[in-house]
């Protein structure tokens, strides 16, 4: 079949591959790194206690047949071993089975993580890895030209992500709708970057100028991704510029790198495609067969999209084959942020030594300035932020947070950047409080050289003790 394939786009094809095995890459490292305070044995969530009460049907993992955190380990890194290895191009040295196959490795095994991965891996860009990553199983190598099937099944995601999050924005949060959110967002997002600052002191004209661009972008452009060249590539190209103008703003990890990925299936890369055979029945057979059945999937993250109780990030699957997407529904006009602290104290009172951990990320110390994370994300520094939204954010691993704090866990204070306490002398009580923060003004930092001003407002967590903690666990 002649319309099965689109050489126009091997260069497009090569550039998406290698920039989503590099996503990849970031992702397992995370696991890696992050996996043992988070989700261990000893974590603050354990998967094999997940495990004992979730059948795998409802979340297919390996993990389910064994886990150990030595297992854990060795499938973490052996992911990222995969991901540099299509990064270096190995998928384009095996015959077109053998780089399907390839690629299949790592969607099976971030799959294992993320269903396991509970509270950590409930965000809505973990899901867009996997759908991304199942289509690219079946996007070919150099021995066949890309489908256009599955290119523009790619741009269907990239529609669902853009049109989606448009949607929630309008149907959510009064201030899209008045161009105002803009006005606070910089200030209140999850993870402010050492550029977040400056963005939230831009003119409020100039906010209302970004907000308007935001819904032209994500309402309007993403239907041009299915019309004819070149209008399909400029309206990638406005994506991909909207996307590279959010990652100057702050962290979110990896969503706006793999939504960049995402564009380039529309994007017409220049390059010469090298001359290939058509390609074979059985791989003509097998993508219809699997383009036929997301099509089919893709009615709930459809009907949810068009509905007036829309809801974001949601999988409908275990596989997490076709998902709904969006972000920033609402806006707080407020920041708080939980700040933990701890003393080694025999009776503790408002005058002890209290001694402030210091996260990576998220906000602490108002002298210390926003550092650049992303792709890379700090899943506690995350659920810190909406710890701080609500108590019930935080409910089901909070107090095994404070536990580990008051034994001086190694893996836990790996995830922080200080610990006030040295190894062999942990706190005897770890409290938390709740502060408002807010952006300095620009004399308020020539001043301070700070960038942020806090005011306590309340206790988040009272003073507590080990024996405390395991009795409420």
Known sequence: MEWFTAPEYWMSRLVLQKALAVVYLVAFLGAALQFRALIGERGMLPVPRFVARVPFRQAPSVFHLHYSDRFFAVWAWAGCAVSVALVAGLDGRLPLWGAMLLWLVPWVMYLSIVNVGQTWYSFGWESLLLETGFLAVFLGNDEVAPPVVVLFLLRWILFRVEFGAGLIKMRGN???????CLDHHHETQPMPG???WFFHHLPKPLHRVEVAANHFTQLVVPVLLFAPQPVATAAAALMIVT???????GNFSWLNWITIVLALSALELPGTAPDVPGAPLWYEVVVLAVAALLVTL?????RNMISRRQVMNRSFDPLHLVNTYGAFGSVSRIRYEVVVEGTAD?????????????FRGKPGDPGRWPRQFAPYHLRLDWMMWFAALSPAYAGSWFGALVERLLENDRDTLRLL????FP???????????????????????????????????????PPTR???VAQKS
């Open 243 to 249: 996307q590279l103008w959010l990652i100057l703003s």
């Open 346 to 358: 025999a009776v503790p009172h408002e005058h002890s030594d209290w001694r402030e951990y210091e």
């Open 466 to 468: 080990l024996d405390r």
């Open 298 to 302: 893709s009615y709930h993250p459809v």
């Open 417 to 420: 950047r200080r610990s006030p």
């Open 194 to 196: 050492p550029l977040s």
């Open 174 to 180: 009064a201030c899209w709708r008045k161009l105002t």
């Open 423 to 461: 190894p062999d002398a942990p706190p005897r009580y770890v409290r938390a409080r709740l502060f408002h923060y807010r952006y300095t003004t620009w004399q308020e930092l020539r001043e301070t050289g700070a960038c942020w001003e806090r005011t306590y407002v309340r206790e988040f967590l």
